[in-house]
T-cell receptor, first 111, second 113 residues
């Protein structure tokens, strides 16, 4: 069965610094998608970045990049130059037949 | 392009009642998925609809049901509400069924008293 693990319940980062949020997954399938979503206190889930299992290059979207290591089954999110508005819950998700989410990491950006 | 909309945004019900939540997907999206989010269980998949057919279902009791209309709008229904059904219910739409980027609505916060 597919499983997503986020081992960091909470993280702190200084404004303008980079931060890495960890995500590991477990699947026996060869074709799957990996996603990161941001959930501010308002509750809405905001799509950040996507990585396909067959994509050879790491995905990047602005200040977000996904460090994809297929053999290690990890898909860490890197946020560069953190901003105060980045403070939120971050969820890693894997899509196969349905979307499975990790428990999330609460990121707090300090001024 | 308008995003995913969900109505109502907030709802208060009492145990034993039933509730219907509505979701309108992004124009052109044919897949709608529903999720329940609680502090204790996190985000859990309820079901996915594509072309008016339920394609996938999570591990929830039969009190949770849904449907999709020809215009891709979807509703979910929870009958005989229990206190544990209090949660944020999120709807997400995508263009394709299955592994595709899902775009979420703002959610409906349901409180069961």
């Amino acid at each position: 069965a597919q499983k997503i693990t986020q081992t960091q319940p909470g993280m702190f980062v200084q404004e303008k610094e980079a931060v890495t949020l960890d995500c590991t997954y477990d699947t026996s399938d060869q074709s799957y998608g990996l996603f990161w979503y941001k959930q501010p206190s308002s509750g809405e889930m905001i799509f950040l970045i996507y990585q396909g299992s067959y994509d050879e290059q790491n995905a990047t979207e602005g200040r977000y990049s996904l460090n994809f290591q297929k053999a290690r089954k990890s898909a860490n999110l890197v946020i560069s130059a953190s901003q105060l508005g980045d403070s939120a819950m971050y969820f890693c998700a894997m899509s196969w037949n349905d979307m499975r989410f990790g428990a999330g990491t609460r990121l707090t950006v300090k001024p | 392009k308008a995003g995913v909309t969900q109505t109502p945004r907030y709802l208060i019900k009492t145990r034993g009642q039933q509730v219907t939540l509505s979701c309108s997907p992004i124009s052109g999206h044919r897949s709608v998925s529903w999720y329940q989010q609680t502090p204790g269980q996190g985000l859990q998949f309820l079901f996915e609809y594509f072309s008016e057919t339920q394609r996938n279902k999570g591990n929830f009791p039969g009190r949770f049901s849904g449907r999709q209309f020809s215009n891709s709008r979807s509703e979910m229904n929870v009958s005989t509400l229990e206190l544990g059904d209090s949660a944020l219910y999120l709807c997400a739409s995508s263009f394709r069924q299955g592994p595709d980027t899902q775009y979420f609505g703002p959610g409906t916060r349901l409180t069961v008293l």
